[in-house]
């Protein structure tokens, strides 16, 4: 049973940047795509970053150019690098499988809050 945690959120002014971290336990490798969700007070969870295996990349229009998602296999790390953040991208972040079967166990997710 893969554990997913979630790290790097904080309290960070408008334009600002974080650098958000998932660490899972055991192998990520054979897990095509993994992606980051988020999700605000009053409001569903939503994909807002996605990468596979093989290092391809989509995103949410909102976030296009600001955040990069990356992969380390090797670390068993996903990682999402949000610039010029906007006050609507406060959220709680989580990091899970994207278009699997299943969805691993939720992690706790990591509070981002962005101030205007």
């Known amino acids: 049973q893969v554990q997913l945690v979630e790290s790097g959120g904080g309290l960070v002014q408008a334009g600002g940047s974080l650098r958000l971290s998932c660490a899972a336990s055991?192998?990520?490798?054979?897990?095509?795509?993994m992606g980051w969700y988020r999700q605000a007070p009053g409001k569903q969870r939503e994909l807002v970053a996605a990468?596979?295996?093989?290092?391809?990349?989509n995103y949410v229009d909102s976030v296009k150019g600001r955040f990069t998602i990356s992969r380390d296999n090797a670390k068993n790390t996903v990682y999402l690098q949000m610039n010029s953040l906007k006050p609507e991208d406060t959220a709680v972040y989580y990091c899970?499988?994207?278009?699997?079967?299943?969805?691993?166990?939720w992690g706790q997710g990591t509070q981002v809050t962005v101030s205007s």
């Open positions: 990468i596979t295996s093989g290092g391809s990349r």
């Open positions: 055991g192998s990520i490798f054979s897990i095509n795509t």
């Open positions: 899970n499988t994207y278009g699997s079967i299943r969805y691993l166990t």
